[in-house]
């Protein structure tokens, strides 16, 4: 390959740095067993990453030579694959007027543009847009706009929920799954009500107002992923509980907070998730798929009465400003990928998606130690029923071409909107491989 990782003496004086090399991969793998930290992992590392010198469309490029299919969108990011030409081209633009400036009294038009479109697409009143770096500090900013907008502290969310890895966001992520024992005294305590079921019945929904009556003089909002709890379980549930939460937050008198970093763009079959239950929030988070997966970026929306709130009360400004904030890049390769979903073809990709899985995944039904196989939009789930064994579900999903990242008692796939029909079936064949494989049973 012709392709080099870097210019060679910009290395300290390593020529021999670049793919072309016999042992390449082996230096590459030793460099990164010794130096380099991956998400959730200890230490050294006790697996090998599997090394990716491109990809596009779908597909992964190993540097071994062989390809995957890519079922997890790098994360719920890549909807429109890698590569897409539109994001390139609009990213190469970019980069000749400046790849950054900050956004304390200065702005852009790659910033104001997206706010502006933003605005546009999200539900109700939600009429301002605070850019973010990461959806974890778009969490941490919704927080910290109802603590400056309401005078309660705590906030109520339910179990099952994953909202990023800062310490206030971690401190409303499920307190089992987020490992709330780790970080005890370190974490805000907050409320948190049962995990919400497929079909809401009259059980729960007094549960849930029960914590409103008991806690709502304390807090100063309420925060959930709608319809879809993406990492702390893959949950789906009645989008009527966004509903009533809805109802009961105004009854009240507190703020809802919908975290769409995940269902949001689309992956759920609406464009965001709370269209499912005909309500909008008070603030919105928004992040992952924004920029179709190229850069990080994320922001916080919220309506006129919350920015009202802030701005004339205590602190009289709202007290947040990353370093890369509104980065001028990744907001032009967000309004490219704005741009894509436009049409709303997405909607008849995402049902053909949920549709190829549906039938693809039914299979896994038949294997020992599943639990449920469940599918909405492009998202499909087999839960077993203990841990995976993440090697040999992972393996398992090489062999059929794909890549899969499994973890605690599930596999899983969010696969980019721009699979095939081919490509999903091949998909749907590697999740049934790799729950059969890891499921161990
Ligand atoms: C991924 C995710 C986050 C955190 O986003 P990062 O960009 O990883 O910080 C927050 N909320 C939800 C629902 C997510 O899926």
Same mark, same amino acid.
């Given at each position: ?16 740095? !670049? ?20 998400? *959730?992992?200890? +230490? ?20 071994? !030579?062989?390809?995957?299919?890519? &079922? ?11 590569? %897409?030409? #539109?994001?390139? =081209? ?10 950054? @400036? ?58 099952? &929920? ?18 709330? #024992? ?21 059980? *729960? ?27 702390? !379980?893959?949950?789906? *549930?009645?989008?009527? @509980? @966004? ?11 507190? $703020? ?27 603030? +919105?988070?928004?992040?992952? =798929?924004?920029?179709? &997966? *190229? ?11 919350? =920015?009202?709130?802030?701005? %004339? ?13 509104? %980065? ?9 990928? $704005?741009?894509?979903?436009?049409? &709303? ?17 039914? /299979? ?13 939009? /492009? ?15 992972? %393996? ?35 999740? @049934? ?5 890891? !499921?161990? /049973?």
């Amino acid at each position: 390959m012709a392709a080099r990782i870097g210019s060679g003496s910009s290395f300290g004086g390593r020529a021999s740095w !670049g793919y072309g090399r016999a042992d390449w991969i082996d230096e590459l793998l030793a460099l990164d067993h010794e130096h380099v930290w991956h998400p *959730y992992g200890p +230490m050294p590392a006790l697996t090998a990453p599997l090394p990716v010198v491109s990809a596009d469309g779908v597909r992964l490029h190993l540097a071994d !030579g062989r390809e995957l299919v890519d &079922g997890m969108a790098s994360w719920w990011c890549a909807v429109h694959g890698y590569r %897409n030409p #539109a994001i390139d =081209a609009a990213l190469r633009s970019q980069l000749e007027r400046m790849a950054h @400036v900050m956004f304390g009294g200065l702005t852009h038009e790659p910033a104001v543009r997206l706010a502006a479109q933003l605005v546009q697409m999200a539900p109700g009143e939600l009429r301002h847009v605070f850019f973010a770096d990461s959806g974890s500090v778009a969490v941490e900013v919704a927080l910290k706009m109802c603590l400056q907008a309401r005078p309660g502290r705590r906030f109520l969310t339910i179990r099952g &929920g994953y909202h990023g890895d800062t310490l206030g966001a971690m401190a409303i992520c499920d307190p089992v799954d987020g490992m709330h #024992a780790l970080f005890r005294g370190a974490l805000a305590e907050h409320v948190f009500v049962d995990r919400p079921p497929r079909r809401l019945e009259p059980a *729960y929904a007094a549960r849930l107002e029960d914590a409103f009556a008991r806690h709502a003089g304390g807090l100063a909002g309420v925060v959930v992923e709608p319809v879809v709890q993406g990492a702390g !379980g893959m949950w789906f *549930y009645d989008p009527a @509980v @966004v509903g009533l939460l809805r109802e009961l937050c105004d009854r009240h008198g507190l $703020l809802l907070v919908l975290d769409e970093i995940a269902t949001g763009f689309g992956r759920t079959g609406a464009l965001f998730a709370c269209e499912h239950a005909g309500v909008a929030p008070d603030i +919105m988070c928004i992040g992952k =798929a924004l920029t179709g &997966g *190229y850069l990080t970026l994320a922001a916080t929306l919220c309506t006129p009465a919350v =920015a009202h709130a802030i701005t %004339n009360g205590e602190g009289g400004a709202l007290m947040h400003g990353p370093t890369y904030m509104a %980065n001028p890049l990744a907001c032009a390769a967000a309004l490219a990928s $704005l741009d894509l979903l436009a049409d &709303g073809s997405w909607r008849e990709s995402v049902a053909r998606i949920e549709r190829g899985l549906a039938s693809g995944l039914h /299979a896994a039904w038949k294997l020992p130690g599943v639990e449920d196989v469940r599918v909405l939009g /492009a998202i499909g789930v087999v839960q077993l029923a203990r841990e995976v064994d993440v090697a040999a579900a992972t %393996n398992a999903a090489i062999e059929h071409g794909v890549w899969l990242r499994p973890f605690r008692n599930l596999v899983y796939t969010m696969p980019p909107y721009i699979t095939t029909d081919q490509d999903v079936q091949k998909i749907g064949r590697a999740v @049934v491989a790799a729950a059969a494989a890891g !499921g161990g /049973a």
